[in-house]
Structures are given as C-alpha cells and as structure tokens.
C-alpha cells in the first residue's frame, strides 16, 4: 500500500515538474528561448524539430522549398514529393512536362488524364474531328458537336437550315438560332430581346424596346416618353409631349400650348398662343399684343402699336406720334407733325411751316417758305433771298444775286459780277472778265491780260503778247521774237530765232549754233558741231570727233576712233586693240592678239601660241600646243599628254595612258589594270588578272584560277578546278567533288557519293549511296536498306523497301499492312487496307461495317453501309427508301433511285420514271430521260453480209473460250462460298454480342478528314489507287475530298 502511494506521489511531480517547463507554442529549449523555424506551423520544444510546416516548404526544420510545379505549393515533409502536380507537369517532384496536347497527365505515368480540346488519345496525339466540339478521349468519338453539325464524326449538318444545335446521335433539332422557332424552326420570332423565342410556342421571354404582347408582336404607342411600354398590356410610364391615353397614342388637339394636355381625357391645359375659350379653338382679335387674350372672354390684355379698344379692334388716328394711343379712348400723348386733334386724326393746311400748327384750332403757327399774309396763302418775289419775304407785306429784306428793288424784281445788267448790284438803284458792284463802265456795260480791249480792265476808262494793267496802245488794241509785226514789241511804238524788243537786223529782216548762216547771231552783224558767237569760221560757214576734217574743230583754224578737237594727225586725216594701225592711237603720232597704247610694233602693224608669227608675240621685237612670248624651241619650231613627242612640253628641251610634263619616259616614248606593259604607269620607271600600280611583274608584262602560268597569280614571283593564288601545288600542276583525287581540294596539300574540300577519306580516295560500303567524309559511316542507304553500314534490310512490307536509317521504321507501308514497321496484317474484313497505327479498317466490303468490318449492316436489303453506324448508304437492286424497305416504283427497274423510287437504270430498249416505253425501232439502247438514241443499230446490206458471217464465227470462238473461264472461276468460287456461308453463320452470332458496343467502338475511328490529312494512312497513294474495288462500298460517307473522290469512281 505504502509503495503505491510512493508511486502516485512520483507520478504526481512528474507532472507537475514537466506542466511547469512546457513551451508556449512557437518556441523551444530547455528555457523555451528558442524559436521555431519561420516555416514551421510548431516544433519539437526538446529538439526543434518542425511538426509541420507552412505551405510551400519541406525537412525537418521547414527550410527546404518544394519543387516549383507541386500544385499549390503543397509537398510531403520528410521527403519533399509532390502530393500532386500542376496542370501539364508528372514524377514524384512534378518536374516532367506532359504531352504538349495534355491538359494534364498521371503524376506517375505521365499517361494523359485530360486531354487540349480537339485532341484524343493515350498522349492526346490524335486530332478530333473537324467539327467536334468535345470528343471522347479513349476512343475519339465526337460527345459535343460545333452548332450546326451531328453524328459521332459530326460531319453531318443538322437537317434544319435555321437550327442553332441538334442532337448528336438523332439530328433532331434541339436548340433554333436566333430570331427562329418551331419544330423545324421554320418559324420567325417576334422582336423577342436578343432575338431569342421558346423554341415550342414562340414566346418572348423580354422583348425588345418599342414592342410588346406575348410575342412581342405589338408595337409601343408613338406616344411613349423613352420607347418602352409594359409587356403585357402597352402601358408607357410617361407620353411625350402631344400625346396622351394609357398607351400614349392618341395625339393632343393642335392648339394646345406646347401640344400639353391632360393625359386622362386630353383637354389642353394651356392655348396655344392667339386662341382662347375652353376647347381653344377662339381665335384673339389680330390687334392683341403677342395675340394674348383671356380664355373665358377673348379680351385682349393689352394692344399691339396701332390698336386700342377693349378687343384691340379700333385703330389709332394715323397722326399718333408712335402709333400708340389710350386703349380705352384711343388718345394720343403726342401728334405728328402736320397733325392735330385729340386723337391726332386731323392735318395741318398744307401751306404751314414745318406742317406745324396749334393742336386745338389748326392754324399755321408759321408760313411755309416763299409765302406770306395771315392765311399764308401769298407767294413772295422770285427774287427775294431764299424766297424769303415780311408775312404782313411781302418786303424782302435781301434779294437774289442779279435783282435789286423793294421786292428784287428788278434785273441787274448783264455786264455785273456774281456780287450783283445796289438794291436801290441797280448799279454794278464789280463788273465781270472783259466789261467796264458803271453799269459794265462796255468791253475791254482784246489784247488786255486776263481779258481784265479799269472799271472807269477801260485801261488794261499788261498787255498780251503781241499786242500793244493803252487799251492793248494794237499788233505787234509777225519777225518779232516772242512776238514782243515796245508798248508804246510797236518796234520789236528782239529778233526771232535765226534773224538779225533792225528790221529783224537778215537771216543767221545755218552753220550758227540754235541759228543764233549777232544782231547788228550777224557774227555767230558758237558753231554747230562739224562747222568753224566767223560765220561758221566752214567744215570740219571728217576724222574730227563729235566735239568738232576750233572755230578760228578749223584744228580738230579729238580725232574719231582710227584716225591721228592736227586734222585727223591719218589712220591708225590695224592692229590697234580699240582702233583708238595718239593724236599726234598714231602710237597704239595696246595691241591685237597677233600684232607688234609702235603702231601694231606688224603681225606675229603663225607657231606662236594665241598667236601672241614680243611688241618689241616679235619673238614669240609661248609656243603653239605641241611645239617646242626658241622659235617654236620643234614638235613634243606624240606621247606627251595633251602634246604638252618643256619650251627649252621638249621633255613631257606628264604622259598620256599607257606611255612613260622623259619623252613619254615607252609603252606600258599590257598587263597594267588601266593603261597608267609610273613616268620615271613604267611601275604600274596595279596588274590586270594573268600578269605580274613590276611593269605587269609577264604573263601567269595557264593552271592559275581566274584570281591570278602572285605579283612578285609569278605564284598561282589559287588553282583551277582540279589541280593543287605551288605551281598549281597536281592533279586532285579523282573522289574529290566538285569543290576540288585545297592548294598546299591536295586534301579534298568535298567528297563524291561513295567516297571517303581526306583525299576521298576510299571506298564507302556498298550498300551505302553516300557516306560520311571523315568516318565512312553511311549517311543515306541503298534503297531497301537501313543502319550505320546499311546491312540491315527494310520490312518487304514498306512501300518501295523505303525505311528511316537510324530506326528501321517504314515510311509507308503497303496495301493491308499497318505498324511502325508494316509487320502486321489488316483485318481480312477491310476492303481496302486499314489505319496505319491502329489497325483499323479504311473501307468495309458490301454489306459490312466497324473498325474491323465485323458487323453485317442494320439491314438485310443494304447493298452498302456507313462504315461509323450501319446506316444504309446504298440499296440493293430493286430496293429504295431511307431504310431499303421499299420496292422500285416499276418490275422494269434495273436499278431505281432511294430517294423517289424512280427508275435509275432500264433493261435494253426501254426508258421513262418506270421504263414504262419502248426506244424506237432503229435504237439498241436510248436515254432514260429522253427516249433520243445513245447508240444506233447499224444497218445489214447485201454486200456487207460476208464480213457479218465472219464476225460470227469470231464471236463463236470467243463465247467458247468464255465459257471455259467461267467453269474455271466455278470451282474457284465454290470453295469461296462455302467459306463465306460458314463465316458468316459464326458472325450472326457474334453480332449479338457486340451489337450493343458497336457504336462505342466506333468513336475510336478515325474521322475523314483525319484519312485524308494523317500520315497514318499513307499506304493509300497514287499508285495503288488503280486496285480499289469497282463497288461503292462505304465511301459515301468519306468526305468530298480529292482522294476519295477518286475512290468514289
């Protein structure tokens, strides 16, 4: 008893020493200082250990990162494995891609678990059809077809032209595209939203703005504020302006203000302007201001200018300053001028100042211009000053120019200026132009200036020229100058232009300069130009210039230009530069281009250059171009460029292309690139290709290639094909390619097909066409051939022997054979060969279908089936009708069309839908639409009967060997048949069983673009197209695709 107490009480320390040092959650150590790991979510509180760790991380202490395609993160802790991968990743750490078509692959195997739409298979390596949507990953058959399109291929459009989606394994409509519905959805929707409608009754779910009703057949009244109204009854939340009623359709009257009325019985609520009353249909009086009125009496609320009255139909008195009056009396404030009266209705006499007169009485407050007397009614004096006169006697206080008089009806005489004359006694102020006297009435002189004289006695201040006397009345003679003479005695102050004398009679020599002489003497004082002497009646030397001679010797001035001497009678030298030489010795200051001398009259000579030449002396200053010596007289060397030389010895100063020496008489060499060498020693700065040498006039060897030969010592650069050495003179190996081989050693750039070796002077093996240069290892084998050294044959069942080099795989196999290799057998079922990878059958024979044609069709009377379901695709002969069900429309059908049961084909001498007529007696056969003749029977004559006798006896010979061919072929077809017969028995009972997952297999076949496109199916080539069966089979059922189109026919 004692020991269990003792043990109770030792367990009872334990724990509470242990509760004591327990670590709070976080830390660890022996006095919890320590923390856990950052990635830990707890740890060991002894050792540190992480419990577990945060998502992400891995190891005992969290620090480790999981791999990067773990799928979120998450790896085991101990060891770091993924507990599953990313989408497109597999292995243990999720560090292998999946097929690239995988969506995602088993994390062990890599084996694909979804595949990329579009693709099916193991590894998603197979395309689906070109129409599905979804297909089945095992077997590839299509689980959801692109809209429009059904069947397990989905290569069949659904039957109805307007349907959306149809059903996979019926066609049957399920789904109408937008604005269609019924069965067939033949049916036009109404504006359903969307365009969409119940594909049974054609109901609206919403219906679009503007529309309503169950099938959204109705429109929304025009009425309606934003175009939508209830669906069910049309109802519009609010009418726009004008409308009114539930549905907003009915239109408020036309003279509603604003077209506003109630919407509950459509009375306007407002009139329009210019109308009152209850129905508004009033018109306001047109004298309304703005044609406002009161609705309930009309009564105008104020008047338009004009108007007044209690409807504003009086007028205002035509007088009212602004057309505006009282609107209850018609008074105006203030009448026009020439009005008056209270209601300014009445006029002012017309003979009023202004129109003005008193308002209350009409009298002129004053008289009109030009009129006088209480009434206004006299007329004052034309006369008067702006018609101006006394209204009591018509007096005019100033008159009109020209009148004078108490009333200016007096006329001043017409001799008077513009100033007129004294009002009183009608004496001229001033006299006009031309008068004098005190009334002007006398006329002055007509010699005066300004035709003006002295009022008093007629004297004239100046007179005009040639008139003279007081009054300027007289003449002055015809030789005056001027026509200017003394007032006083008429005698000429001077004489007319090229006269002289007293009497201004004597005539000036016309040698006289402007005909100017002395009065008294007739001197001239300055000669014309060309004239001297006292009279200037002596002509100059005709070598004078224009400045003429002088007047007293007849000396010239300046000489014109070619002439010299005291009176220019010499001429100056020909070759004078400006024909111009010094007056007194005919010195030329600059000579002509081929003049010399003091005169420039001698010529230089002909060798001279620009013919110039020494003035002095004549020597030539520079030789003409290819001459050369102190008299120009040596010729420069042909060689000279441009034929230019040194003047003294003749040396070239540079030579032209292709020569060099002092004299430029050396060639250059012939090998010089452009004809240029050096002048001193012919070097040539460049050799055309085959030369070399300094001067480039030697010649490379024959075998150099065209890039020549070394410039320096003749060496070939580069050899022709073929050749190699310093001297180019080795011949390359004979297995050298095309390519040759390298200069200094001869070894080949390339080799030919079936050589190796550096010097491509080795063998390839002989099954090998081409080998490698280096190894001798093949590269490409002889046709039925594969490996390194081409020993291995190709399976006999590739197509042509032809196989991949490395691996052995055929590139195509022959008719039923499929496998890399083309090893195994198609199905003896196919028709016509079978999927290269899966075995499967192309094509079934009559009567079959399946992937390997096992299955006999749905019906018995089917001559031909769809390969994917059974389905009749061709009747049996006699047959018509989706099912073959139904018998040709005629027993004269040979064949009859499935869709109508129409004869397709008629025996011999028949045609017609039934064959139902007979061709015409001279046609064999004729059209079956037509009854025209397709081939005529040709006609037997006398003469030709012998060559039909022979015919028959070579037909007789040909029936016979006929017959022994069938009897053969008999026998042959007897074992056949009895074959077929026990095949087919053990396939009725086969059919049972497999009936049911027929067309689950089928999913796995090959759709027909998938034949057309995949290499798989290769072993169908133009080749052996010419090997398809005669019968149609199930090629119906294959696309429209060029390959099985020829399959088809």
């Not at 108007?307 to 007088?319: A, S, V, Y």
């Not at 200026?417 to 006297?437: D, H, Q, Y």
């Not at 005539?507 to 200037?536: A, E």
């Not at 079978?834 to 001559?863: K, V």
Request: aromatic share 8%; glycine share 12%.
């Amino acid at each position: 008893m004692q020991v269990h107490y003792v043990f109770l009480f030792l367990a009872l320390y334990i724990c509470v020493k242990y509760a004591d040092s327990a670590c709070v959650n976080g830390n660890w150590g022996t006095d919890c200082k320590e923390v856990c790991e950052v990635n830990c979510f707890s740890c060991d509180e002894v050792t540190g250990v992480c419990g577990s760790c945060r998502n992400g991380f891995w190891g005992d202490y969290c620090n480790k990162n999981c791999p990067e395609n773990c799928k979120s993160s998450y790896c085991r802790k101990y060891d770091g494995s993924c507990y599953s991968c990313s989408d497109g990743w597999y292995g243990t750490t999720c560090n292998n891609s999946c097929n690239i078509n995988c969506k995602n692959c088993h994390k062990t195997t890599g084996a694909c678990t979804i595949c990329h739409v579009g693709r099916w298979g193991e590894f998603c390596d197979f395309t689906c059809a070109q129409n599905c949507k979804i297909c089945d990953k095992l077997l590839g058959g299509c689980e959801a077809c692109k809209n429009g399109y059904w069947n397990i291929s989905c290569d069949e459009r659904c039957s109805a032209s307007n349907c959306d989606i149809c059903s996979i394994t019926s066609g049957e409509c399920q789904t109408c595209k937008s604005e269609f519905w019924g069965e067939n959805c033949q049916k036009t929707c109404g504006k359903c939203n969307s365009d969409k409608c119940s594909k049974i009754d054609g109901r609206c779910t919403s219906c679009q703005n503007g529309f309503w009703g169950e099938f959204c057949q109705n429109t929304c009244g025009q009425g309606c504020s934003i175009s939508t109204c209830r669906e069910n009854d049309g109802f519009c939340s609010t009418c726009k302006s004008g409308y009114w009623g539930d549905n907003c359709n009915k239109t408020c009257m036309y003279n509603c203000s604003s077209l506003s009325c109630s919407r509950s019985n459509g009375q306007c609520s407002t009139c329009s302007s210019g109308l009152w009353g209850l129905s508004c249909n009033e018109t306001c009086s047109h004298g309304c201001r703005n044609l406002m009125c009161n609705r309930n009496d009309g009564e105008c609320s104020s008047c338009k200018n004009g108007f007044w009255g209690e409807f504003c139909q009086k007028t205002c008195g035509q007088g009212c300053l602004i057309l505006t009056c009282r609107k209850n009396d018609g008074y105006c404030s203030t009448c026009k001028s020439g009005y008056w009266g209270d209601n300014c209705n009445k006029t002012c006499m017309y003979n009023c100042s202004a129109s003005s007169c008193s308002r209350s009485n009409g009298q002129c407050s004053t008289c009109s211009s030009g009129l006088w007397g209480v009434l206004c009614n006299e007329t004052c004096s034309h006369g008067c000053l702006n018609l101006r006169c006394n209204r009591n006697d018509g007096v005019c206080s100033i008159c009109n120019s020209g009148f004078w008089g108490l009333s200016c009806n007096e006329t001043c005489s017409h001799g008077c200026s513009s100033l007129g004359c004294n009002k009183n006694n009608g004496v001229c102020i001033r006299c006009e132009n031309g008068f004098w006297g005190e009334f002007c009435q006398n006329t002055c002189g007509q010699g005066c200036s300004y035709l003006m004289c002295r009022k008093s006695d007629g004297y004239c201040s100046t007179c005009k020229s040639r008139y003279w006397g007081d009054i300027c009345n007289k003449t002055c003679m015809y030789n005056c100058s001027a026509s200017s003479c003394s007032r006083s005695n008429g005698q000429c102050s001077t004489c007319s232009s090229g006269l002289w004398g007293v009497l201004c009679n004597e005539t000036c020599s016309h040698g006289c300069l402007n005909l100017r002489c002395n009065r008294n003497d007739g001197v001239c004082s300055i000669c014309n130009s060309g004239f001297w002497g006292l009279s200037c009646n002596e002509t100059c030397s005709h070598g004078c210039s224009s400045l003429g001679c002088n007047k007293n010797n007849g000396v010239c001035i300046r000489c014109e230009n070619g002439f010299w001497g005291e009176f220019c009678q010499n001429t100056c030298g020909q070759g004078c530069s400006i024909l111009t030489c010094g007056k007194n010795d005919g010195y030329c200051s600059l000579c002509k281009s081929g003049y010399w001398g003091d005169n420039c009259n001698k010529t230089c000579m002909y060798n001279c250059s620009a013919s110039s030449c020494s003035r002095s002396n004549g020597q030539c200053s520079t030789c003409s171009s290819g001459l050369w010596g102190v008299l120009c007289n040596e010729t420069c060397s042909h060689g000279c460029l441009n034929l230019r030389c040194n003047r003294n010895d003749g040396v070239c100063s540079s030579c032209k292309n292709g020569f060099w020496g002092e004299f430029c008489q050396k060639t250059c060499g012939q090998g010089c690139s452009i004809l240029t060498c050096r002048k001193n020693d012919g070097y040539c700065s460049t050799c055309k290709s085959g030369y070399w040498g300094d001067n480039c006039n030697k010649t490379c060897i024959y075998n150099c290639s065209s890039s020549g030969c070394i410039r320096s010592n003749g060496q070939c650069s580069s050899c022709n094909s073929g050749l190699w050495g310093l001297s180019c003179n080795e011949t390359c190996s004979h297995g050298c390619s095309s390519l040759g081989c390298i200069k200094n050693n001869g070894v080949c750039v390339g080799c030919e097909n079936g050589f190796w070796g550096e010097f491509c002077n080795k063998t390839c093996s002989q099954n090998c066409s081409s080998c490698n240069k280096e190894t001798g290892l093949c590269i490409a084998c002889n046709l039925g051939l594969w490996g390194s050294s081409c020993g291995k044959e190709c399976n006999q069942s590739c197509t042509s022997s032809e196989c991949n080099i490395d691996s052995g795989e055929c590139k195509k196999c022959k008719l039923n054979r499929w496998g890399k290799f083309c090893e195994s057998l198609c199905s003896s079922s196919c028709s016509w060969g079978c999927h290269r990878q899966t075995g499967h059958c192309l094509i079934c024979g009559n009567r079959y279908w399946g992937q390997d044609c096992s299955y006999m069709c749905n019906n018995s009377r089917c001559e031909q089936c769809s390969i994917t379901n059974g389905l009749c695709t061709l009747c049996q002969s006699g047959f018509w009708g989706e099912d073959c069900q139904s018998t040709c429309k005629s027993d004269q059908c040979l064949q009859c069309y499935r869709d109508t049961g129409y004869c397709s084909a008629c025996p011999q001498g028949r045609w017609g839908l039934l064959c139902q007529n007979i061709c015409r007696d001279e046609c064999l056969c004729c059209s079956i639409s037509t009854g025209s003749c397709t081939l005529p029977c040709p006609e037997v004559s006398d003469a030709g009967k012998l060559a039909q006798d022979e015919i028959q006896s070579v037909g007789i010979i040909v029936v016979m060997i006929i017959c022994i061919a069938i009897t053969v072929v008999a026998f042959g077809l007897n074992g056949v048949i009895r074959y077929i017969l026990k095949r087919r028995k053990s396939r009725k009972n086969h059919d049972r069983a497999k009936g049911s997952k027929a067309s689950t297999e089928m999913a796995n076949y090959p759709s027909t673009s998938t034949i057309t496109r995949d290499p798989m199916y290769s072993n169908i080539t133009e080749s052996n197209i010419s090997e398809l069966p005669s019968t149609e089979s199930s090629l119906s059922e294959l696309p429209s695709d060029h390959v099985y189109e020829r399959l088809r026919h």
